[in-house]
């Protein structure tokens, strides 16, 4: 398993847009989780990296309006956008790579995770 | 609220056994999907355990095993070690949510 790189800013003020982003190489899709403090994990996000269906996305419901994840293949890179955060966004992020075997998928490569801390 | 239902903790003593349930829905395991298990020691990122119900990482210690059977699964530790204190999560896909649902999250405490 190799460690994911990702960076972003980890201080924020109430409505403001937090911004992530992570390089991963090859799997199939990327993903976004993250972990309130003291908490369980929570899924974010996917893009599809590669394939047919390269580029697409899909959220957690939960989140929808006010997630966005893009990436740039061509740096191997991909990023989150959450606008409009409150303090119930605190949480450390963390970038993961799905990968597939055998006819199942599952998280096999996370980044070292960002605390973002949104307060005024 | 997590979707799928994990106990908070377990605990046992070094050399002895200890099971960790993962109760889901007809949405999510009952429906036909994988379950993964994840490792994660505190201040660290989650880990890949058992992938597939039942399939381990290389280098994933065969103390670790996972099963499925309806809308549960279970991960299993035999011979705890001092080392396998962590929480553990467990992972599967979720027609509700089109995409993916973490369990509660289990603390394993080595006595």
């Known amino acids: 398993q190799v460690q994911l790189q990702q960076w972003g800013a980890g201080l924020l003020k109430p409505s403001e847009t937090l911004s992530l982003t992570c390089v991963v190489y090859g799997g199939y899709y990327w993903n976004w989780i993250r972990q309130p403090p003291g908490k369980g994990l929570e899924w974010i996000g996917e893009i599809n990296h590669g394939g047919s269906h390269s580029g697409s996305t899909k959220y957690n419901p939960s989140l929808k309006s006010r997630v966005t994840i893009s990436a740039d293949t061509s740096k191997s890179q991909f990023s989150l956008k959450l606008s409009f955060v409150t303090a119930a966004d605190t949480a450390v992020y963390y970038c993961?790579?799905?990968?597939?075997?055998?006819?199942?998928?599952?998280?096999?490569?996370w980044g070292q995770g960002t605390l973002v801390t949104v307060s005024s | 609220q997590s979707v799928l239902t994990q106990p908070p903790s377990v605990s046992g003593a070094p050399g002895q056994r200890v099971t960790i349930s993962c109760t889901g829905s007809?949405?999510?395991?009952?429906?036909?999907?994988?379950v993964n298990w994840y490792q994660q020691v505190p201040g660290t990122a989650p880990k890949l355990l058992i992938y597939g119900n039942n399939n381990r990482p290389s280098g994933v210690p065969d103390r670790f095993s996972g099963s499925k059977s309806g809308t549960s699964a279970s991960l299993a530790i035999t011979g705890l070690q001092a080392e396998d204190e962590a929480d553990y999560y467990c992972?599967?896909?979720?027609?509700?949510?089109?995409?993916?649902?973490f369990g509660s999250g289990t603390k394993v405490t080595v006595l």
């Open positions: 007809s949405s999510n395991i009952g429906a036909g999907y994988d």
């Open positions: 993961a790579r799905v990968d597939c075997s055998g006819g199942t998928c599952y998280f096999d490569n």
């Open positions: 992972q599967s896909d979720d027609n509700n949510l089109s995409g993916y649902v």
